[in-house]
């Protein structure tokens, strides 16, 4: 099936006078196909129908997807950097994405970008590099707003003006380099398996989508020959608190300044009832079911995970969103253990909620950041565990409070279909990720099998002709031994 044609026809500049002032529209038609293009400069405009005339004139063939003479359509396939690229492939996608996956895919293609320039002995600091590609760059709506800050200018200048051609990517040693991105950062610290996924993911996608544009004939990576770091999912069990040492680092951010009270009833929602930090944070009291005494009930059909205003087309840091793995408008029910009805009770009587029912927000009501709690819980581990326990993954993150609720709901005897429809998973995801012991399981486990497996051995029917006294001894010994157990 052709792609080029000869039937083109070229149409006469109109003028059209609106508010803003004059402007100019050409007008073309490639196989039955209407192209068209509008200017605000009347030279411009004279020109580009001068040029389509003129190759029609030179029987050129036009392309009749672009509309262009093929030979300016191949002029932008070998000019094409692939800053100028994977501004467009960013743009392309940001309608569809949320606003934590638009700031995720940044972010890649920032990594990306910051490889694909040529080798100057004086460039930018790399990570200024990133952090300018990430915040103008590949942020529709900052960039669209205006120029790129003064702290960001000249290192988005610079990656601008030394960005490689899509085409380069064909180039062993600059593949290499560009996949040696996606695995370590610019300290020079490798990337965590899941990062580096993300990394590569964006790569793909924008590689993906300069072939469909003819910018590049195959994928690149397929040469690669290094196998790429397998996925972990399962779940460190060192990370799991047991309940004791759980109710102790939520005592302690009680104790963590002015600020701490505020977080007490966050983090016990998070262990108790195995939310996720997006999950707590939407969470809203008029939701919930929670009586004087015992079991309450959490109900929520929606998140909010942080993006930073930026990245939303409201302008808000935290747009409420469906659940993980859920349907829109798709609610899960989690029952609430009496331990926490008692500290949400407790929190609305001191802090009351937002606006909207939610129960956390900060004291001037606006959003929670994850680095705000993230930086108190750390403060509480470090008051709370002695110091191999605060060196070690004990704990490390709050999310691992969601694993210490589920391991505990798994080692309590709860099962499996009814612990993955309180967590919101599959259970054959649960299973192959939350199925480990809490802290101090192991050893109790041992134990158990260890009296499962105890045995007595018999008496010997006959004596062992045995060489030496010594022999004879270490036997005579070996056999009391075994007689007083």
């Not at 087309?313 to 609610?331: F, I, M, N, Q, V």
């Not at 012991?437 to 007595?456: M, P, V």
Request: with cysteine; glycine share 6%; proline share 5%.
């Amino acid at each position: 099936m052709t792609t080029t044609t000869n039937d083109v026809r070229v149409w006469a500049m109109q003028t059209y006078d609106g508010v803003r002032g004059k402007t100019y529209n050409i007008r073309w038609k490639v196989d039955g196909r209407i192209f068209s293009k509008t200017y605000q400069s009347r030279p411009v405009a004279v020109r580009l129908r001068a040029e389509l005339n003129k190759a029609v004139r030179r029987g050129v063939p036009f392309d009749i997807y672009s509309g262009l003479p093929v030979t300016e359509v191949r002029q932008q396939v070998i000019e094409t950097t692939w800053y100028d690229h994977a501004v467009a492939f960013m743009d392309m996608k940001w309608p569809t994405l949320q606003p934590g996956s638009r700031r995720s895919l940044a972010a890649a293609l920032a990594t990306v970008t910051a490889a694909m320039t040529s080798r100057q002995q004086r460039l930018p600091d790399r990570e200024l590099r990133i952090k300018a590609l990430l915040n103008w760059s590949f942020n529709r709506t900052v960039r669209e707003a205006g120029a790129p800050s003064p702290e960001f200018a000249e290192a988005v200048a610079w990656v601008r003006a030394h960005s490689l051609k899509v085409g380069a990517l064909n180039d062993a040693r600059t593949l290499r380099d560009v996949y040696t991105a996606t695995l370590v950062a610019p300290d020079g610290k490798p990337y965590a398996v899941n990062t580096h996924r993300n990394k590569m993911k964006a790569l793909t996608g924008a590689i993906r989508y300069a072939i469909e544009l003819d910018l590049l004939e195959r994928n690149p990576l397929e040469r690669l020959s290094t196998p790429r770091p397998r996925r972990t999912t399962v779940v460190d069990r060192r990370v799991v608190v047991n309940p004791d040492q759980a109710r102790e680092l939520i005592a302690a951010v009680a104790e963590i300044g002015w600020t701490g009270p505020r977080y007490v009833a966050l983090f016990a929602a998070m262990y108790f009832a195995g939310l996720r930090p997006a999950e707590v944070l939407a969470l809203r009291i008029q939701d919930c079911v929670l009586p004087d005494k015992g079991w309450g009930e959490l109900c929520f059909a929606e998140s909010t995970p942080y993006a930073g205003a930026a990245w939303t087309d409201d302008g808000t840091s935290g747009p409420r969103k469906a659940l993980k793995h859920r349907a829109a408008k798709e609610s899960r029910t989690v029952p609430a253990h009496p331990e926490l009805v008692a500290h949400l009770r407790r929190h609305v009587e001191q802090f009351g909620t937002a606006e909207d029912g939610r129960f956390f927000v900060r004291a001037n009501g606006g959003d929670i950041r994850y680095g705000s709690f993230a930086s108190i819980w750390s403060r509480a581990r470090k008051a709370t565990l002695t110091d191999a326990q605060f060196n070690s993954p004990l704990g490390k993150r709050p999310y691992d409070l969601r694993h210490a609720c589920v391991s505990t709901w798994l080692n309590a005897g709860v099962s499996a279909p009814q612990i993955a429809e309180w967590a919101g998973h599959s259970v054959q995801m649960l299973l192959s990720t939350y199925a480990k012991c809490i802290d101090g399981q192991h050893e109790r486990d041992l134990r158990r099998i260890g009296d499962a497996l105890r045995w007595q051995p018999a008496e010997p029917e006959h004596t062992l002709c045995l060489s030496r006294a010594s022999d004879k001894a270490r036997h005579r010994n070996r056999l009391n031994t075994i007689r007083a157990r």
